[in-house]
């Protein structure tokens, strides 16, 4: 099994739907992100996590929300969704242990998203 | 806030060529991290670089950080299709965030 899993993988959804997007890792982290992808754009930071009480925004953060309903899960929600949302979403997780500049993060495979 | 820039955007190489990539900060940074995706895949750790005048290498691919900290580059050596992806290098300016470049774009040709 992955150790960051990412639920669903594919999504295809109208304007106006609430969509959420679930990640769980099994690597024991507790730091947690979410970023979004778009065309040459690399990775933009939408919402991280450093524990179950600590949750800040991003880059991008309007129109998105999340939960971390545990350590091992963090969850992101579009309460609305629009088609300027459309994009590949990766859940990621790092050890605060290891340090600045020592801080790699494990991702999961992503979430596409298509707002129709 | 922290910004990246990486340079090229894309790049095609024929199948045995080198290549380099290079990714630059404004600030000096505390670690530069390289990533790899395969298109439409989650990314793959590639090296870390933490200290100036750093070089790793992995296989086919060597990375280094400059003596200021605030300009990296990689290069692979003699590349294969399987080398083909995205490129993407990041960097955790303080504890709070982790901003990646906007990445290069590989193909290789057979």
């Known amino acids: 099994d992955a150790d960051v899993t990412q639920t669903p993988r594919n999504r295809i959804t109208k304007t106006g739907k609430r969509i959420m997007l679930e990640c769980s890792q099994t690597?024991?982290?507790?730091?947690m992100y979410w970023y979004r992808q778009d065309p040459g754009l690399g990775l933009r930071l939408i919402y991280y996590?450093?524990?179950?009480?600590?949750?800040n925004k991003g880059e991008i953060s309007d129109g998105y929300s999340v939960s971390r309903q545990a350590q091992a899960k963090f969850s992101l929600s579009l309460e609305s969704a629009i088609p300027n949302q459309t994009a590949l979403y990766f859940c990621?997780?790092?050890?605060?242990?290891?340090?600045?500049?020592?801080?790699?993060?494990?991702f999961g495979a992503g979430s596409r998203l298509t707002v129709l | 806030s922290q910004e990246l820039e990486q340079s090229p955007q894309s790049l095609i190489v024929q199948e045995g060529k080198n290549l380099t990539i290079n990714c630059t900060s404004s600030?000096?940074?505390?670690?530069l991290y390289w990533y790899k995706q395969k298109y439409g895949e989650g990314l793959i750790f590639l090296m870390m670089?933490?200290?100036?005048?750093e070089e790793k290498s992995h296989e086919k691919i060597t990375a280094k950080l400059d003596e200021k900290k605030q300009q990296s580059s990689l290069h692979i050596t003699a590349s294969q299709p399987s080398h083909a992806g995205i490129y993407l290098c990041?960097?955790?300016?303080?504890?709070?965030?982790?901003?990646f470049g906007s990445g290069t774009k590989l193909n290789v040709k057979p």
């Open positions: 990621a997780t790092s050890d605060r242990r290891a340090g600045l500049g020592a801080n790699v993060l494990t």
């Open positions: 690597k024991g982290h507790d730091r």
């Open positions: 996590s450093f524990d179950v009480k600590d949750i």
């Open positions: 600030k000096t940074l505390y670690g």
């Open positions: 670089l933490q200290k100036g005048g």
């Open positions: 990041g960097a955790d300016p303080d504890f709070n965030k982790f901003y």
